[in-house]
C-alpha cells in the first residue's frame, strides 16, 4: 500500500519559516517525480515546487521562486518543501504527490503525472 504522509504545517508569523516533509512508503522515491500543491479556500489548486528523479531536476512556481526550496533525502524516502519569509497569502493546506516519471516533474495545476497524494497539512501564515 502506498501512501504519501505530510508532516511540519502549522501557524506561523509573516515573514516566518516552516519545513513541510513527506515520508513516502510503498514506493521508492527514487524513481519518482514529486510535487508539492497548495490549495487555499475557494481557490484553485496551485502546484508550488517539483523535484524530477533525473539529476534532481526542480522547478517552482514563481510566488514562491527564492523563498522556498525543494529537496529529497533518498535514504530516508523523504521530499522536503523548506518555506521562508512567508507570507499570509501562502496560507493553505499543502500536499505532497508522487509519479512514476522520469527526467522530468510537472507544477501544472492539472495533471496526470501524479498517481500518488498526501493527505495535507494545514499552513497558516498571520499575525
Known amino acids: 500500500q502506498v501512501q504519501l504522509v505530510e508532516s511540519g504545517g502549522g501557524l506561523v508569523q509573516p515573514g516566518g519559516s516552516l519545513r513541510l516533509s513527506c515520508v513516502a512508503s510503498?514506493?521508492?522515491?527514487?524513481?519518482?517525480?514529486i510535487g508539492w500543491y497548495r490549495q487555499a479556500p475557494g481557490k484553485e489548486r496551485e502546484g508550488v515546487a517539483c523535484?524530477?528523479?533525473?539529476?534532481?531536476?526542480?522547478m517552482y512556481a514563481d510566488s514562491v521562486k527564492g523563498r522556498f526550496t525543494i529537496s529529497k533525502d533518498n535514504a530516508k524516502n523523504t521530499v522536503y518543501l523548506e518555506m521562508n519569509s512567508l507570507k499570509p497569502e501562502d496560507t493553505a493546506v499543502y500536499y505532497c504527490?508522487?509519479?512514476?516519471?522520469?527526467?522530468?516533474?510537472?507544477?501544472?495545476?492539472?495533471?496526470?503525472?501524479?498517481?500518488?497524494w498526501g493527505q495535507g497539512t494545514q499552513v497558516t501564515v498571520s499575525s
Open positions: 504527490a508522487a509519479g512514476l516519471v522520469a527526467g522530468r516533474c510537472t507544477i501544472a495545476p492539472t495533471t496526470k503525472d501524479y498517481n500518488y
Open positions: 510503498g514506493i521508492n522515491l527514487n524513481y519518482h517525480a
Open positions: 523535484v524530477s528523479t533525473v539529476m534532481s531536476t526542480t
